[in-house]
């Protein structure tokens, strides 16, 4: 696998977004002093977002996948979230990720867009980023489990013209995805 090309390295991820209601948000890598900001965004999310998100029922973070997903492994893996201003401060209203596990050989995608800022182009837009931030690094193989009601993202992942496989694992979808 992959290892840091020059290209990476020069490049910091920041940019700005233009939704297709024409308000702005900030791109820019998470970092680990983004875990109150996880924990708000991860309160402001819908218990189904939530659900489609993680497969599961979390009423909370845990401390150790809190930590997970701020602390990233710039070796193996890239988080991207989307910064606004709100309520005096800032807010992160999405997240777009990928790790590369080694084992299976492929880099896992999680996307998680918070209710209020859905059906804008965001979700589409942080995985297109997050894809091509792996390809450049040498990732052309992605999964991800997926809820089998999870239409929106079966879109998404048409609509970017990816390859994508499906086949039913346990009631969820283990999706295949090569660009
Ligand atoms: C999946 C998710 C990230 C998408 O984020 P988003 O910002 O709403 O996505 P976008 O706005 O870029 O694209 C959504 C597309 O789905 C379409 N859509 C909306 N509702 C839909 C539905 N019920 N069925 C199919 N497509 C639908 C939208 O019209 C849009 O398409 P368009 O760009 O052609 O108009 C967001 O819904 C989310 O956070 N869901 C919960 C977590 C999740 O499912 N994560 C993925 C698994 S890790």
Redesign the pocket.
Known sequence: MPSYGSEDRSSNHESRLVLKDGREVFLRPVVPADRDLIIDMFNRVSRR?IY??FLRNLESLPDDLLYRLTHIDRETSFALAAVVEEGGGEAIIAVGRYAYDHREGYADL????RDDW????????LLERVVSAAVKRGISCFG?M?DTR????E??LR?LGYTVAYSLKTGVFQVRISV
């Open positions: 977002s489609q998100r999680a996307l998680v867009v859905q059906n804008l182009g965001l979700g589409k837009a991800s997926m999870n239409t929106v993202m879109k998404i609509d």
